[in-house]
């Protein structure tokens, strides 16, 4: 039997046993050594690894987890799954829509400010603070002046990314990235085969038949920003 699928057998058998943390690891170790000529298999490993990761309290990395799955294959109980976890900036579904929009608001700005430095951490916990109060305060300014009444998530969406917040630059001593550093360009989603700009609702390009939004455009959480998946 191949090793991936020893591996998968041992992850579902830690699943049933109510021991997510060891069937992670299991289902992650199929997962990269899974041929990628078995998109059905792969399906699997992916579902199972985002029910672990869930389970574990990684909501952000199964959203991922369970994304991937249903780029992998259309069909299935994915999309009520993802639904049910995902709001609609495709991140983790909050109490709140304030809070939705708050984590929203927060993930394009960290994710900003770290691609304008060219990189996918922070030096100091220092400059993390000081990057997260600043968008803080941009945020009880956007909640006091009331501009995001009666918007729709995609239009918030838009005025999150086009705000842009001046942050200061933080020079660490010994780091190459001083002042001058390419600044904060953002992403534009384009489908090269029609070669028309993708619209936040429109059907994502890579034919999983979910929403841009909610797919390949989907907003990264806080967390996984921070950890440099995005
Ligand atoms: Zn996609």
Redesign the pocket.
């Known amino acids: 039997m191949s090793a991936w699928l020893v591996d998968l057998n041992r992850g579902l058998r830690s699943l049933s046993r109510h021991d997510p943390q060891q069937a992670a690891r299991w289902l992650g170790d199929a997962l990269r050594q899974c041929p990628t000529t078995r998109p059905a298999e792969l399906h699997r490993i992916c579902l199972y690894l985002g029910v672990a990761l869930k389970r574990l309290g990684h909501t952000e990395t199964a959203i991922r987890s369970w994304v991937s799955c249903q780029?992998l294959r259309k069909r299935g109980p994915m999309r009520r799954l993802l639904i049910r976890f995902m709001n609609q900036y495709g991140m983790e579904k909050q109490e709140r829509q304030e809070i939705d929009d708050w984590k929203a608001f927060a993930s394009i700005q960290l994710s900003r400010y770290l691609r304008s430095k060219n990189k996918r951490a922070f030096a100091t916990v220092a400059e993390q603070d000081m990057v997260v109060d600043l968008i803080r305060d941009h945020w009880r300014q956007i909640r006091k002046d009331g501009r995001l009444e009666g918007l729709s998530c995609a239009q918030k969406h838009e005025l999150f990314s086009r705000l842009r917040i001046v942050f200061p630059t933080v020079v660490i001593p010994g780091s190459p990235d001083g002042p001058g550093g390419t600044s904060g360009a953002s992403i534009i989603a384009v489908n090269f085969q029609s070669r028309r700009r993708v619209g936040l609702m429109d059907r994502?390009?890579?034919g999983?038949g979910?929403p841009?939004s909610l797919?390949?455009g989907r907003t990264p959480g806080c967390a996984e920003v921070l950890s440099g998946l995005f």
């Open positions: 780029r994502c390009f890579c999983s979910l841009f797919c390949c």
